[in-house]
């Protein structure tokens, strides 16, 4: 019976572990839907220089490629992998950045758990519904070191929005985190890697900067084509990237179970090859701002290494990259809109209730 009582008793404790029980100030869009722009946000990109380029279309959520996308007028990543000077992409040699996509999750403490086992930061790149949704796990994750940006709101397609729709989808994104963690992010990765020209002179009046990514762990097979693909062949393709590479950024997701624990298996691959540091240590460039462009918290720069090359000293496309670009639209949508949202019950109501139903036992 004690046995019982005790594997009941730690059972709750796990759930009021990973509860969260942050309360938002602010009455957010709904998650995953294009949100409106407060009106003053418009202001700072009114006198800002902006490519007057049209915004793409989508049919059956694949994007339809323009006449002219052979000639990339507008440097459109998706079409050609086209670099903007200021795109942050990759590390220098003998550095490497682990970034995730899409959380936080009910998976991410798995790998926050991992990750500070191995004394290991990476950075996360969060989607605002699920800041929302796991604003303890966010603020878990910044307060041990590791680096947060922003990864929209909605998760469509950046360059198939209005100006005014860009605006809402990093504004919206950008206070969601600076509640929870109290400060600015200062990256922002385009869901897909969909970005020009038009989407990055508006990351800029912004004050952020866009991150892509040198190397796709491709991880959503894992639950997507779940019959057919083996996660050994991510450990295997990590493996050649840590015997062959001088630096770089991989892109992963920690949204999903299946993607989480694959992880485990690289993580040390490319910790045994290279030094991992945030995006923003690889680029000497700090993490956060005060919400208008002005740096923060500045990383000191390795003494080993100097810093990443940017996008313009090098080709217009990346010779090591073999990624297609999976433009559909994210299929873990979330519904209801929030209003001073809560997350489930306390924590500590979860463990005085075990704790109760142990004693009257």
């Known amino acids: 019976m004690l046995v019982k009582q005790l594997f009941v008793l730690a059972s709750i404790g796990l759930a009021a572990v990973n509860a ?97 086992e191995k004394n290991e930061k990476v950075t996360f790149f969060v989607v605002g519904g699920q800041v929302l949704k796991y604003p303890e796990t966010l603020k878990r994750a910044y307060d041990e070191g590791h680096e947060i940006a922003m990864h929209s709101w909605s998760h469509k397609n950046m360059a198939t929005l209005t100006n005014e729709e860009l605006v809402g989808e990093l504004k919206w994104t950008e206070l969601a985190i600076k509640e929870v963690i109290g400060v600015s992010p200062r990256y922002f990765r385009p869901p897909f890697g969909n970005i020009d020209n038009r989407v990055r002179d508006i990351i800029k009046a912004l004050g952020f900067t866009p991150v892509i990514w040198s190397v796709d762990t491709n991880d959503w097979y894992l639950t997507e084509h779940a019959d057919t693909f083996d996660s050994n062949w991510i ?87 073999d990624t297609s670009v999976k433009a559909q639209e994210n299929a873990d949508q979330e519904s209801g809109a929030s209003s001073h949202f809560v997350a489930s019950s306390s924590a500590a109501a979860l463990m005085v209730a075990a704790i109760a139903a142990v004693m009257a036992n």
């Open 235 to 321: 450990t295997g393709n990590v493996t050649q990237w840590a015997a062959t590479a001088e630096g770089g950024n991989s892109l992963a997701h920690d949204l999903y179970e299946e993607t989480v624990a694959a992880s485990l298996d690289y993580i040390p691959v490319l910790a045994d090859a290279f030094e991992l540091k945030t995006v923003g240590e690889c680029n000497t460039l700090s993490s956060y701002t005060n919400g208008n462009g002005t740096a923060i918290n500045k990383p000191e720069a390795s003494k080993s290494s100097s810093a990443v090359p940017t996008a313009s000293e090098t080709s217009k496309s990346q010779d090591d990259k």
């Open 20 to 116: 969260q029980n942050f309360q938002f100030k602010e009455t957010y869009p709904e998650p995953y839907t294009v949100p409106k722009p407060k009106a003053e946000w418009l202001n700072l990109i009114k006198n800002a220089k902006i490519t007057n380029a049209p915004p793409l279309t989508t049919t059956s959520s694949a994007l339809v490629m323009p006449n002219n996308a052979a000639e990339d007028p507008y440097c459109t990543w998706s079409f050609s992998q086209c670099l903007g000077p200021d795109d942050v992409y990759t590390c220098p040699k003998g550095s490497w950045t682990v970034s995730f996509d899409d959380g936080p999750s009910e998976y991410t403490p798995k790998l926050l758990d991992f990750l500070k």
